[in-house]
């Protein structure tokens, strides 16, 4: 809360002196029709105002690159071989930073993409439940987003943007002020004659299309804000020791680093949405309400079409009682429960998470590293997948290079927008 009003006082103290110097120049004497349409049509250009003259030309010489790293534990940086990567955290900044909650995709990409939190932004959740109409939704329309998007503002600035995902989702979701937006998931014709056929979205295949949408990006258009946002399939599926994953982040860091041996003035920014945790134990909190006779509603926060990532099973939840007297009792059955870590009113949550009040449930509860609240036959399973949502994955990496910013800059993975000064 304090940080957003403190850059927005940054944001109107900058409008403030480029507008005074508008005016001041923006003084022609009595002048012809003709003169007038001249002078309105220098200022259109910018040539009258130093402040846009000055963002134009940063705009043009900047290359701005950040990296959506989906589901990058901190751990998979640690365990895997990574050079170039390694290289980069040496000669700029590397730091481990808070994601933020409830730590699943969309809320993360869209607080990056917003520079601000759900509070904000709107987007709380992969999925939706209006209490009102009772209606669900997958959070993917860029009608949930309150807030513009940093290529909406960079375009503004007269930087060219593109945003190229893997997830169709994101695409959906985030799109608002792209020059260029495909996701890997579902890329146009041109982009398969390009870049190669599309890939599944099953396989490490379909960031290393991603890479190349990206690298093909760099080299053949004007864009100089680009967002690359990766699928965490291969996260979901091995652990970082695991072959797989090494081969698959091996990679992706040689893409990265010739990205970078190319571009060497590039601005590259690189962190995750979100971390990732082996869960053993399932808990469906709906059967655990109708065996003490709650009206309540849990209603998953990871839920998404990538049912075979994550089966929908996450480490989070939002309650929606039907009885608000229950609250309490609610919240205190909840507490009691093994394999709860938290449980938190909509008020906390809303204060602590920095939530939208209206998008979340009376209670939002989260699990133990080792527990993932989903639908299932039983009230307790065991289970062996890998997933996020809760706090144990909302702690990620945050990689800057080729920027002057200080580690003391970053405390979240969303002050890479907030620090970007477009
Ligand atoms: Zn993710």
Same mark, same amino acid.
């Given at each position: 809360?304090?940080?957003?009003?403190?850059?927005?006082?940054?944001?109107?103290?900058?409008?403030?002196?480029?507008?005074?110097?508008?005016?001041?120049?923006?003084?022609?004497?009595?002048?012809?029709?003709?003169?007038?349409?001249?002078?309105?049509?220098?200022?259109?250009? !910018?040539?009258?105002?130093?402040?846009?003259?000055?963002?134009?030309?940063?705009?043009?010489?900047? %290359?701005?690159?950040?990296?959506?790293?989906?589901?990058?534990? #901190? @751990?998979? +940086?640690?365990?895997?071989?990574?050079?170039?990567?390694?290289?980069?955290?040496?000669?700029?900044?590397?730091?481990?930073?808070?994601?933020?909650?409830?730590?699943?995709?969309?809320?993360?990409?869209?607080? /990056?993409?917003?520079?601000?939190?759900? =509070?904000?932004?709107? /987007?709380?959740?992969?999925?939706?439940?209006?209490?009102?109409?009772?209606?669900?939704?997958?959070?993917?329309?860029?009608?949930?987003?309150?807030?513009?998007? +940093?290529?909406?503002?960079?375009?503004?600035?007269?930087?060219?943007?593109?945003?190229?995902?893997?997830?169709?989702?994101?695409?959906?979701?985030?799109?608002?002020?792209?020059?260029?937006?495909?996701?890997? =998931?579902?890329? #146009?014709? &041109?982009?398969?004659?390009?870049? !190669?056929?599309?890939?599944?979205?099953?396989?490490?295949?379909?960031?290393?299309?991603?890479?190349?949408?990206?690298?093909?990006?760099?080299?053949?258009?004007?864009?100089?804000?680009?967002?690359?946002?990766?699928?965490?399939?291969?996260?979901?599926?091995?652990? #970082? &020791?695991?072959?797989?994953?090494? *081969?698959?982040?091996?990679? %992706?860091?040689?893409? *990265?680093?010739?990205?970078?041996?190319?571009?060497?003035?590039?601005?590259?920014?690189?962190?995750?949405?979100?971390?990732?945790?082996? $869960?053993? &134990?399932?808990?469906? +909190?709906?059967?655990?309400?109708?065996?003490?006779?709650?009206?309540?509603?849990?209603?998953?926060?990871?839920?998404?079409?990538?049912?075979?990532?994550?089966?929908?099973?996450?480490?989070?939840?939002?309650?929606?009682?039907?009885?608000?007297? =229950?609250?309490?009792?609610?919240?205190?059955?909840?507490?009691?429960?093994?394999?709860?870590?938290?449980?938190?009113?909509?008020?906390?949550?809303?204060?602590?998470?920095?939530?939208? =009040?209206?998008?979340?449930?009376?209670?939002?509860? +989260?699990?133990?590293?080792?527990?993932?609240?989903?639908?299932?036959?039983? &009230?307790?399973?065991? /289970?062996?997948?890998?997933?996020?949502?809760?706090?144990?994955?909302?702690?990620?990496?945050?990689?800057?290079?080729?920027?002057?910013? $200080?580690?003391?800059?970053?405390?979240?993975?969303?002050?890479?927008?907030? @620090?970007?000064?477009?």
């Amino acid at each position: 809360m304090n940080e957003d009003h403190h850059v927005n006082q940054i944001e109107k103290t900058e409008k403030r002196l480029c507008s005074n110097k508008k005016s001041n120049q923006m003084k022609p004497p009595r002048a012809s029709r003709r003169q007038l349409l001249k002078v309105a049509a220098s200022a259109a250009a !910018g040539i009258m105002f130093p402040c846009l003259n000055l963002r134009a030309q940063q705009a043009k010489e900047r %290359l701005i690159v950040i990296l959506s790293m989906d589901g990058l534990d #901190p @751990r998979y +940086l640690e365990k895997s071989d990574v050079p170039n990567l390694r290289r980069l955290m040496k000669e700029g900044i590397f730091l481990t930073v808070k994601g933020v909650m409830p730590s699943v995709t969309n809320v993360n990409n869209a607080s /990056i993409v917003t520079a601000s939190f759900p =509070q904000s932004h709107g /987007i709380t959740s992969n999925y939706y439940y209006d209490p009102k109409t009772g209606n669900e939704y997958y959070m993917e329309s860029s009608d949930f987003v309150l807030k513009p998007t +940093l290529f909406e503002k960079a375009q503004k600035k007269g930087y060219r943007t593109a945003f190229l995902t893997a997830k169709e989702k994101l695409l959906r979701l985030l799109n608002k002020g792209t020059d260029i937006g495909i996701s890997a =998931q579902n890329p #146009p014709a &041109e982009w398969i004659a390009r870049i !190669g056929k599309k890939e599944s979205m099953y396989s490490a295949e379909v960031n290393y299309w991603l890479f190349r949408a990206f690298h093909w990006t760099l080299r053949n258009s004007d864009s100089n804000l680009i967002y690359v946002a990766t699928t965490d399939y291969m996260m979901h599926t091995y652990a #970082p &020791e695991d072959e797989p994953s090494q *081969i698959h982040l091996h990679t %992706l860091d040689e893409m *990265i680093g010739r990205a970078v041996n190319e571009y060497p003035h590039m601005e590259l920014y690189m962190t995750a949405d979100h971390g990732m945790n082996a $869960k053993t &134990e399932a808990i469906d +909190l709906n059967k655990v309400f109708k065996t003490a006779n709650m009206d309540a509603l849990a209603v998953p926060i990871i839920k998404d079409r990538h049912v075979v990532h994550h089966k929908n099973m996450g480490g989070a939840s939002y309650i929606y009682l039907k009885r608000k007297e =229950q609250l309490d009792e609610t919240l205190s059955l909840l507490k009691a429960l093994k394999g709860v870590d938290k449980a938190y009113t909509k008020e906390e949550a809303v204060k602590q998470f920095h939530l939208h =009040q209206e998008r979340i449930g009376d209670i939002f509860v +989260l699990g133990d590293i080792h527990v993932a609240f989903g639908f299932l036959k039983e &009230e307790r399973e065991e /289970i062996s997948i890998r997933s996020h949502g809760s706090l144990f994955e909302a702690e990620v990496p945050l990689l800057a290079y080729g920027t002057k910013h $200080k580690i003391s800059d970053f405390k979240y993975n969303l002050d890479i927008g907030r @620090r970007l000064e477009l």
